[in-house]
């Protein structure tokens, strides 16, 4: 549990949090609650999402269950200290789109007294660990992994396989193009020749 105590402006009296999982598992759901406990309480709060980010909204971070919580789209990480002046929590989804000076960023702002809570993928389409999340979950002091149901056993799912097609490692998608599956369904889909992947 995590609790809304007023962060104190002194060097290292901040601390990173991050919500992992794959597509579809409440992440940004999750981001969301905790911020805006951080409103209810009145502390200073600055959310950021990556400019790539616009399938829901081009400014607000926005669940699959359409929630949403105005953000600032910015196009690089080092941005995010430049707009975080006075602030006592930094909200970050997505941070797997983000360019891997997302963990020293948020050091800095944990070491400046800020609490930092990070959401996004902690694997990539093909299983592998995603952008600067590993590096994230590493240095957090807390870190949540949540999973969503995988649609081919019902089990719980980590794993978001892409049934669109297509070899760019990012690649914004919805239910369209994207799938949670357990590890035994996804360990079957991977063994599957590629074109009877796509199907």
Known sequence: ????????????????EVICGSMFSGKTEEL?????????????VEIFKPAIDTR???????SHDE?????????????ILLLSNEVEVVGIDEAQFFDDELPNVCNQLANSGIRVIVSGLDMDYLGKPFGPMPHLMAIAEYVTKVHAIC??????????HRISGGDDLVELGELGEYVPLSREAFARRMEKPPKEKES
């Not at 007023?6 to 060097?11: F, G, R, T, V």
């Not at 829901?56 to 926005?62: A, F, G, I, L, M």
């Open 151 to 160: 649609v081919e056993t019902g089990k719980l799912a980590q794993y978001s």
């Open 56 to 62: 829901y909204h081009h400014e607000d971070v926005v």
């Open 32 to 44: 969301i609650r905790r911020l805006r406990r951080a409103q209810i309480a009145r502390q200073k």
């Open 1 to 16: 549990m995590f609790l809304e105590n007023k962060a104190e402006a002194k060097k290292g009296s901040g601390w990173i």
């Open 67 to 79: 929630n949403s919580i105005r953000s600032t789209p910015v196009s690089s990480s080092s941005n």
